[in-house]
């Protein structure tokens, strides 16, 4: 796993939303460097997340749905890219083939599994409040 180009724009959308009641996309856009394309979206996968909502209309735009104290980055994260695992073998949906093959485990593989335990703890370490709210006061 790599945290993807569109996982760091996601996180950008999100910043340009803290404190704010509602913006367009060409404000998220301005703000933060993406076009709009990929702006609309990132906001589709983070309204289905539940993180942001969307409003139609004249005075329409986005605004986050969470409040940031409760929203981390391994959410936002996860929005995007709902498989987080650093190795394939780790997705929940691949059998390690390795991985206790002739009744001998992957020692490999446990450990793989206690790093990306510990790099989800960290992306849920500290609320997107933490990280940007000093930002907007």
């Given at each position: 796993m790599f945290i993807t180009r569109e996982s760091d724009y996601a996180m950008r959308v999100v910043r340009a939303l803290i404190g704010e009641t509602r913006l367009s996309v060409s404000d998220i856009c301005e703000r933060e460097a993406i076009t709009a394309p990929f702006a609309y979206k990132i906001l589709k996968k983070l309204q289905n997340a539940g993180i942001v909502k969307g409003y139609r209309g004249v005075h329409g735009g986005y605004a986050l749905k969470k409040d940031p104290a409760e929203l981390t980055l391994y959410d936002i994260y996860?929005?995007?890219?709902?498989?987080?695992?650093?190795?394939?073998?780790?997705n929940g949906r691949?059998?390690?083939?390795?991985?206790?093959?002739?009744?001998?485990?992957?020692?490999?593989?446990?450990?793989?599994?206690?790093?990306?335990?510990?790099?989800?703890?960290m992306l849920r370490r500290k609320s997107m409040e933490d990280l940007f709210g000093k930002d907007k006061q």
């Amino acid at each position: 796993m790599f945290i993807t180009r569109e996982s760091d724009y996601a996180m950008r959308v999100v910043r340009a939303l803290i404190g704010e009641t509602r913006l367009s996309v060409s404000d998220i856009c301005e703000r933060e460097a993406i076009t709009a394309p990929f702006a609309y979206k990132i906001l589709k996968k983070l309204q289905n997340a539940g993180i942001v909502k969307g409003y139609r209309g004249v005075h329409g735009g986005y605004a986050l749905k969470k409040d940031p104290a409760e929203l981390t980055l391994y959410d936002i994260y996860t929005a995007i890219d709902s498989d987080m695992s650093i190795i394939e073998c780790l997705n929940g949906r691949c059998e390690c083939t390795r991985n206790g093959q002739d009744g001998i485990p992957c020692y490999a593989h446990d450990e793989l599994k206690d790093i990306q335990n510990e790099l989800w703890a960290m992306l849920r370490r500290k609320s997107m409040e933490d990280l940007f709210g000093k930002d907007k006061q």
